[in-house]
């Protein structure tokens, strides 16, 4: 069984910042890529970042110069820095892995960017 829990998000205001963890444990031998998507109200989830076992990085073109991605190998942990925070960044951010061909999602994290 694999565990992906993610911790971070919150209420920030625009042009803010904020960062994003998920901790990935249990049966994850094998853990290959790790990244975000993220699923507004009433819309499609979608790619935020994605980060290789190596380092490569994909961003959404809507996030790429705001948002950075890294992980720690050593903990199975991936971050995500989210920087000059738009109303519309305001989603639940799902944590994802990959290991041996099987994708996991974990439960969400909310973040809300207002005034």
């Known amino acids: 069984q694999v565990q992906l829990v993610e911790s971070g998000g919150s209420l920030v205001q625009p042009g803010g910042s904020m960062r994003l963890s998920c901790a990935a444990s249990?049966?994850?031998?094998?853990?290959?890529?790790m990244g975000w998507y993220r699923q507004a109200p009433g819309k499609q989830r979608e790619l935020v970042a994605t980060?290789?076992?190596?380092?490569?990085?994909n961003y959404a073109d809507s996030v790429k110069g705001r948002f950075t991605i890294s992980r720690d190998n050593t903990k199975n942990t991936v971050y995500l820095q989210m920087n000059s925070l738009k109303f519309e960044d305001t989603a639940v951010y799902l944590c994802?892995?990959?290991?041996?061909?099987?994708?996991?999602w974990g439960q969400g994290t909310q973040v809300t960017v207002s005034s």
């Open positions: 994802y892995c990959s290991i041996l061909l099987k994708d996991y």
């Open positions: 249990g049966s994850i031998f094998g853990i290959s890529v």
């Open positions: 980060i290789t076992r190596g380092g490569s990085t």
